[in-house]
């Protein structure tokens, strides 16, 4: 077999992939048959293919290169960590510097008293992580009958078993199943489900059904909620006014502990480096990943408050969870300098300099495309939801999301990267992003809905 590297004729390199290469969410036969897109490099917001087209990432590969691609400082961590200490646990009475230094440094970013973090590689092993902290928070306190932990309808929380039980994805419950003592409640998703509701009444409206829901299953016997300060995988889908300050006043009235899922917003996507601040939530755990090395080393974690750290530390049985890879030293290191870029070139001062009114003015002008029926923007995380009737908020007779499919097909096409959720499109680009490079975005995307119309 010819030596496999990006200088192969893109059509063997397609057949490569489809012969030995599972992708994650992904049909394979369907993708075999079309071919793939091989991306061979990327630097600041653009990606090359194998083909030679310059690509504009609007969605930061997953939602996770804060600081755009070819970082040259974050390849020197990684290698210097390497060389240095390529691995150690922290299991067992051992730790070591790079851990302690990303564990310090977030509990420093973090707001309130959140001072205390779990490593893990991603954000659904994170997720995984909260189930346990939870549980076993309850257990301590005297209370194990506190298990059931409640989430929302189309959110998005990984999908490891916990972390797809946490999502409220019918279609990730039915691959494999789900996990026993998750509940879901409806989402906070006012153009789709708000009838003549105004937004504040249907987020308030949204919000209350996690007290009913405590009060169905008994107020004894939960332990959290976890919810995205903004649905990203379901759809960038950004809640009323009023339904954060709801949940918190249920969540505070029960006792229940409150875990905001900040894998996507976190590190400077909303304007602040976390969407707690963004949205004056107070959780006792925030789930983090992506951004937090902006996908140059797989890391994630769970930043926890004093009161559940120093109960489960202070235990007299050990917390048994972790994985080989809690606070590897390489993604540590990685992370370490991922956060010192973002801050010390001022990139969350950036988005909000960016975002609005610059790119805020010619997103919501989107609008006023006959497809779009409302478009949706926090920093530089932005949704346009398709219709075919603005007026009465109509949803395509088609299968659900073929619309948005075809308009992600015309991005592609356009060398713009934007996903579809069903019939909604969606943005969430480096955080780098200049004006410039917004104008370029924008005129693509206008470009592809006329195509896709
Ligand atoms: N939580 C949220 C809010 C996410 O958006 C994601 C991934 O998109 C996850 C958790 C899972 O993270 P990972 O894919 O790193 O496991």
Redesign the pocket.
Known sequence: MNKITNHLPTAELQALDAAHHMHPFTSDGALAKKGVRVITSGQGVWLTDSEGSRIIDGMAG??CVNVGYGRGELADAAARQMRELSYYNTFFMTTHVPAIALAAKLAELAPGDLNHVFFAS????A?DTNIRLVRRYWDIKGQPERRVIIARKNG????TMG?GSLGGMPYIHAAGGKIDGIEHIGQPHWWAEGGEMTPEEFGLLRARELEEKILEVGADKVAAFIG?PIQ??GGVIVPPSTYWPEIQRICDKYGILLIV?E??TGFGRTGNWFACETFGIKPHII?I??GLSSGYQPI?GSIVCDEVAHVIGNADDDFNHGYTYSGHPVASAVALENLRIIEEDGIIDHVRDVAHPYLAEKWHKLGDHPMVGQTSLVGLMGSLQLTPNKATRAKFAAKPGTIGFRTREHCFRNNLIMRHVYDRMIISPPLVITTEEIDVLIDRATKSLDAAY
């Open positions: 997953l939602w991603s954000g659904s092993e997720n998005y929380h990984g999908s972390g995205e990203g995988a899922d894998v996507i789930t990943a992506k994630g």
